[in-house]
């Protein structure tokens, strides 16, 4: 049977939440109940992680599938040794580097913790975030939260409160507000259980700066289509991060990419579709006439404003019941390589090439 649940919806301040709304908070989590809070990736649906059946009870929720693994998170790193095994000497200055923040590390499991939080793997991943709220959470809680993204399974990720109550309403026992997330794509998980160390999932920790400290570090693009199939990634299935409608993504030289939206936006149109269409800052004014619903993400380059809207921008067009958005696919530099990794996910990986001969695919 689904979970079902009163959603109780308790608002704090983000930055210096409440300490008598958090402990009530956090009783919930003691009474292995569900509370979804702000991280500063996007919302986590959270559970005590050494509770099996709270575990259970997050799978049920968010109707995600069993061989799916969740997130743990800590509030300080220490505790990562009461949950993992042979940690790797990466470990330490990783965790100087970007923790609290947005990196998950895959580590051994150790023998205690409870074995669906990892969909029965032998490894776990954890992270320590920097949120406030979650971070007041999980100390008060005085346990590590097991929390995967709060949204129903496939659906774009939550970066507002009301994002998680459009999909967990009554399927969650309590939403702290704590305002929208500051960085609205999710952590960058590291495998660390394999040698060289393997990106699992680009996200707020950009490659970049993982290179520095392992140069040696190699990234996986999978876009697996096949819920049922045992891969070292599970969860990273092709269709996530999914709006309703159908996604388009163009690339290609900007003038091109341009005029195949515009083209393609014009024949739906005029075929009685409704066409919501994605677009940087610097693109919009092409589109205006068409009569199609536009949001403009943000400036070209400004990676950062880009991500923080991205799944907010992909639930407004739904809201608007658009049959197809048309997107460009952006370049992958820093935080680009999770933005384009979101969207291709979000589009079962198919992208247009245009305006010019290309094998090159994701
Ligand atoms: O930013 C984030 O990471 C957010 C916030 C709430 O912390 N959480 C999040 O959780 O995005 P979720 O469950 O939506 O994504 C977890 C990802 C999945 O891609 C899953 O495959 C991977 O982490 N993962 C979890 N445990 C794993 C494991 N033991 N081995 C390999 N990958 C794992
Ligand atoms: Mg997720």
Redesign the pocket.
């Known amino acids: 049977m689904d979970y079902s649940a009163k959603t109780i919806i308790m608002h704090v301040d983000p930055a210096a939440p409440e300490p008598d709304v958090i402990t009530k908070a956090a009783e919930y989590i003691r009474a292995g109940k569900l509370v979804a809070f702000p991280?500063e990736?996007?919302?986590?649906l959270g559970a005590n992680a050494l509770d099996p059946e709270a575990v259970e009870r997050v799978y049920r929720a968010k109707r995600r599938p069993a061989n799916?693994?969740?997130?743990t998170?800590i509030a300080q790193s220490t505790d990562l040794y009461r949950l993992a095994d042979h940690i790797p000497a990466w470990v330490e200055p990783l965790a100087q580097a970007f923790w609290p923040g947005?990196l998950?590390l895959?580590l051994q499991?150790a023998a205690h913790v409870p074995s669906n939080l990892?969909?029965g793997?032998s490894?776990?991943?954890v992270?320590m975030?920097i949120h406030p709220v979650a971070r007041a959470l999980i100390e008060a809680s005085k346990t590590p939260i097991a929390?995967?993204?709060?949204n129903t399974f496939t659906r774009p990720?939550a970066t507002t409160a009301a994002h998680v109550l459009e999909d967990l309403y009554g399927r969650v026992d309590v939403v702290i507000d704590g305002g929208p997330t500051t960085l609205g794509l999710?952590?960058t998980?590291l495998?660390l259980t394999q040698d060289p160390p393997v990106v699992?999932?680009p996200?707020?920790v950009v490659i970049e700066d993982l290179r520095r400290l392992i140069p040696e570090v190699r990234t996986v693009s999978q876009y697996l289509g096949d819920a049922d199939e045992a891969s070292?990634?599970?969860?990273?299935l092709l269709r996530h991060y999914a709006p309703r409608a159908r996604l388009m993504l163009y690339e290609g030289p900007a003038a091109a990419v341009r005029s195949a939206i515009s083209d393609t936006a014009a024949r739906y149109i005029a075929n009685g579709r409704r066409v919501g269409i994605l677009t940087v800052n610097e693109d919009a004014a092409h589109y205006t006439q068409l009569g199609a619903r536009i949001i403009a993400l943000g400036e070209q380059h400004d990676h950062a404003a880009i991500g923080r809207v991205l799944f907010g921008a992909l639930r407004a067009l739904d809201g608007q019941g658009v049959d197809v958005i048309l997107a460009p696919l952006l370049d992958s530099e820093g935080l680009g390589a999770a933005i384009r990794d979101r969207l291709l996910r979000a589009a079962e990986g198919k992208v247009f090439h245009v305006g010019q001969p290309t094998s090159h695919e994701a």
């Open positions: 991280t990736t996007v919302y986590g799916d693994p969740l997130i998170h947005p998950t895959v499991r990892a969909a793997l490894t776990i991943a992270r975030p929390a995967p993204s709060a990720s999710e952590s998980v495998d699992l999932r996200g707020g070292p990634s599970p969860g990273q």
